[in-house]
């Protein structure tokens, strides 16, 4: 089995080395507005996981995606991972309502990260179910063998097994709302892939 | 067949009055820091549904709750529905984080406001069914027999035809994440009622 | 020398009693949207010191407003006291942008509260004169004689001494822009109680 | 009479060139968090104008500012503009209590926009007048000869003959304030200049 590989890029100058060697480009949510770099992304012909900015309305995601998808590069994915709000018992507000908001203006694939959305483990298996039951077509989700000893984002980090536990939980929620499961369909990144032609694919589910 | 009455407060010298006619007092989000309103609900002996004002963290629903509970008033139902944000493609951000946040520190029960919380029909089967996914206990959902002529909150009513469907969905949801589905078990207002001694059922989910 | 008093009301079923020994009657930023409230200060002849919510628009305090003048009551005085947004270095956000908007919309008079807008003693003094400088009315400040020994708020009190150095250097910036300074002409409150025609005078300035 | 230049830099790649026309660099408020082009900024020798993120913490602005001060420039000056809130009546909330934090946690200089701050051109003068009695060590103002014609920002521009008078009123508050007004005392601009040997010198305020 060969995994594949998402890689956020920063610089502009380095998005051509980059997309020789990963399968799909991140563009972080403190890059969402940076435009040199979703130029970039663009014309790098691989597909790209836009996430939403901590402080960005769903329509400048949708604005920031036009970006890339003006250099021809149809293959973007965007991520609700999180808004900035007044709370503070999490690290962020994870705003699922970006979700059939964004299904009912765009065709793109829209997946999800609960892991900073939330900030915290305890919760991250909850948004993760809901954010499928709200219609999201992907998860994005920190795995790490040993948490507690992660070099950053260890407190919203599952462990191995407490990310396949998850997956069980995923699959009968993707059942009740008719969709397919991770693993019975294509991954959002998958069909990207396939439709820029990369040669190798990547699955559902875990970053980390 | 009877329907169980919420109703909101909005005066500390109506609740002993309200109190003999409903079977749920409801505290309204603009009145969740109303203290001599949540001292009164408090001593009416009702069931008090307490929703999360819309600039309220989580730490200030829980305390407000106390002012409750501390007269003697073991009954109160919390409702998130959507807190303030810049997002203005929504009414409200629906906070879903706060359900397991909730969960994980107190043993009231939460219920979700999806209505309230999209301000968007289109949005609120979808926010409905994330809801349950997230473990929430129950849902309050608005209803309309005619949306568009509705004096308030018609854009984020279902039509009785709607939320039949919503409820068939929810059903599915409940059971995929292992819980009772309505009208297999008790709602968490019929809880809430048993526990008061209160001599009128309520059901499940509608406020229109 | 007879210092007036401002009291703050909770309750409607208090207001009457209240108006009987105060100058001034003050609705908190908790209550600016509990409606039997506003109804009732409208009610009592007194004039009314209406404090922003901290989650509340600048349209929503203006209609706040609009529940007391309804009343017949036109003597109300706005008060911005600091939002709520993401950032924790300070209690509130005190927005300023507020009292040029707030002048341009109204003939209200509006003042400025930084203690509670900035929750900090040694931002307290910049955040007042600056409120003076973008026009406001008026300011309310706490003073306290031992701020490290205060029950609540000793973080955002002044000390009588740095009160009066404040005095000093508002009254600098009162005269920059075309303004008469505290003393020289009446306070807010002052001329609201002249127009309601109460017995007592009330002065600019501290409240603690 | 020659006119200095800021001009905003966005991509790290362009920072040398631009580094070599310009006398001071900018980092724009959506690139705060820009890391490569911070570090380029830092590079570059020029005084750099670092505007703070619409929805950047106070702490994150001081972060921002190290990556470039740790390249080895110590000439950054800091701009509050705004943040983004639930406040839909301005463009943005301008925080001016991040001027007396920023100035009880750093000596780097701390300048204001009021035109992105407010979005209102109505407004621009008050908040301008409020940002120097705050404390600012400048303001950084939009003037457009024709702002009804302006390609982009004419509702918050000043005409010539409107930013004439406001600077004649600045001149007032800085003085009521014990501060050099502009004209009698070099900018924070002027000052980074000197520091970083440039050849030439730039003045206080406008930007159009």
Redesign the interface.
Known sequence: VRLPVVSEI????DVEMSAGYVDCLQVGA??M????LLRAAGRSGRPVLLKR???A???ELLLAAEYILLEGNPNVILCERG????????RN?????????L??RTHLPVIVDPSH??G?R??VA??A???????ADGLMVEVHPDPQRALSDGDQSLTPAGFRQLME?VR??A???GRKAPGEDASPFEKARRNSAARRGVGWGAAG
Chains 1, 2, 3, 4 share one sequence.
């Open positions: 920063l610089d502009p100058g403190r890059s507005q940076n435009f040199p900015g901590n402080s309305s769903i329509e808004i900035r709000t007044f709370e503070t018992a999490t507000t994870l705003d699922l309502n970006a979700v059939p908001v299904k009912g959305g939330t915290r305890e919760a909850a948004m179910k809901a954010a499928v039951a709200a219609g939980a009968k929620i059942r009740a709302v």
